[in-house]
């Protein structure tokens, strides 16, 4: 497992921007796709964007799809969320994951999953106001 500690969340108005930012610990964080998942009061949490371990495959919920874009920095150990022309409807705890590359050989359904990670952040809050 690697650990994870979560960053930029904020207040904003609707139609502003905010980048979460991802902090790992650990020497194999190459080995590890990255996944971003939002949960809001009274609300399951859900998949927001996931990123491959090398970088090379991104995924989205539909929902953000056009607006989010996830990214990372293997030599950094970080991970990133740029979030534009953000809704009140964004407005939730955002988590930062992990998982082996190996969780996800079966395909994208995988990476959209909370099953397969296995690290987790403590989340940071996003809310957007109308």
């Known amino acids: 497992q690697v650990q994870l500690l979560e960053s930029g969340g904020g207040l904003v108005q609707a139609g502003g921007s905010l980048r979460l930012s991802c902090a790992a610990s650990g020497r194999s964080f190459s080995r590890y796709a990255m996944g971003w998942f939002r949960q809001a009061p009274g609300q399951e949490r859900e998949f927001v964007a996931a990123?491959?371990?090398?970088?090379?495959?991104?995924y989205y919920a539909n929902s953000v799809k056009g607006r989010f874009t996830i990214s990372r920095d293997n030599a950094k150990n970080t991970g990133n969320l740029q979030m534009n022309s953000l809704k009140p409807e964004d407005t939730a705890l955002y988590y930062c994951?992990?998982?082996?590359?190996?969780?996800?050989?079966?395909?994208?359904?995988?990476?959209?999953?909370?099953?397969?990670?296995?690290?987790w952040g403590q989340g940071t809050q996003v809310t957007v106001s109308s």
């Open positions: 990123i491959s371990w090398s970088g090379g495959g991104t």
């Open positions: 994951a992990a998982g082996l590359s190996s969780a996800f050989y079966g395909g994208i359904y995988y990476y959209t999953i909370s099953q397969s990670y296995d690290s």
